[in-house]
């Protein structure tokens, strides 16, 4: 670990800052939005409008990483993040619940970048070997975004500008996104990003990346990653309160949750050297299995908890596997085209997942959505299988 790249360590350091927006928004999206909105089917939709602007950006994002560089880039989202944090606690200070959705839907298009942040890492490595490492260590960085983003509900009390604790929550995220911006502008090294070289071949079509039966897989384990993480997470808090469990009982299994999905990257890397990539998002889907098998068997908060540890942990495998499979489906003068292309994918099912969580939630129960979610990960297992036999 300790020949890993600078700006590896870097990016790592800097999660704490600008991730903690996403936990944030899981932990208090749906109850802000609920409490702004008379109809319960709109809950979830300021968790869903981050994830879209996630989606939406995933292209010009790329673009624009290309034209100015990684580091500059990073440091612009950053700073309009740690703006459109300041405009939704304004928002739920006044009770505005659209402007609290756009709010959302902006710092997502900001946090298009924080998901880069793992293919800069790789671009600064010497070997492929090192891949798995880099992104595990970055991704590493997001344990305390775990625990930091929902405990901006706390610590928000210590910049108590509005009257309301959700607003103050927002002023700290804020806060945290300007000194986010400022390491970025202080200590990364910047990253040739040239899509091109004198060495580069010709640059293939999308119908033709796909040809490659690895491409699905990869982009298959981190789509079933996030959409199914995304479809149980969101509704957790809101299920929870369903069942009785008050806001700090929620707190505490949302973070950690998040914790899970970052903590087993300490390891994920010796994991992938003793059993390898194709094994790993296979034991991501068992993993799966048993957060829905956990969920099935009570209501309790321990349930609740143990459910979403085993989503957090099958959401790493899954998700490391996917990135570390994706380089070896395109050359680099490539690489910001299917970079683009598996991000866009993503986070498009995360964002239906999110949406489909509060409509699901109310209308069918939190039962029926551990069922449902099984069938994506039957699919992604008979693509595992079948892309290993190839």
Partial sequence: M?????????????????????????????IIGASLHDSPAYATLPVTTLIL?????????????????????????????SLAAFFASWNIEQGHFWGFTLSTFILGTQLSYVGQYRFAAIESCQTPSQHPSVISLVLVGGIAAAWLGPELLNLGQMVAIFDSEY??????????EAVGACILAVAMKPLDVRETDSNSGPVRTIPQLFQ????????????????????????TPLAMSEHGH????????????????????????????????????TVGCV???????????????????????????????LFIGGTSLL??????????????VNDFSITTFQAAGSLGAGIVLFSQ???????????????????NFSVKKV
């Fill in 53 to 81: 602007g996630v989606s939406l950006n995933v292209f010009p994002a790329a673009k624009i990483q290309r034209l100015i560089g990684r580091k500059n880039a990073f440091i612009i989202a950053a700073i309009v993040s």
């Fill in 246 to 281: 008050d806001i700090q009982n929620a707190k505490w299994v949302i973070q950690s949750h998040v914790m899970a999905m970052y903590l087993p990257s300490l390891i994920t890397p010796l994991i992938i050297k003793r059993i390898g990539l194709y094994k790993l998002i």
């Fill in 287 to 317: 993993v799966f299995l048993g957060c829905i098998v956990v969920g099935l068997a009570g209501h309790s908060v321990h349930h609740y908890w143990w459910a979403l540890v085993a989503l957090g942990i099958g959401w790493n495998f």
């Fill in 2 to 30: 300790k020949n890993l790249p600078w700006n590896a360590w870097l990016l790592a350091t800097v999660q704490p800052f600008v991730l903690s927006v996403g936990a944030l928004n899981v932990f208090l999206g749906g």
């Fill in 327 to 340: 380089p070896q489906t395109y050359q680099p003068h490539e690489r910001f085209k299917v970079q683009a």
């Fill in 212 to 235: 490659q039966p690895i491409l699905w897989l990869a982009i298959g384990s981190g789509l079933t990653a996030y959409a199914v993480m995304a479809f149980l997470m969101t509704a």
């Fill in 167 to 176: 607003a103050n929550a927002y002023v700290a995220l804020g806060i945290l």
């Fill in 365 to 383: 129960g939190w039962t029926w959505m551990l069922i449902a979610s099984l069938f994506p990960i039957a699919l992604l297992m008979l693509l």
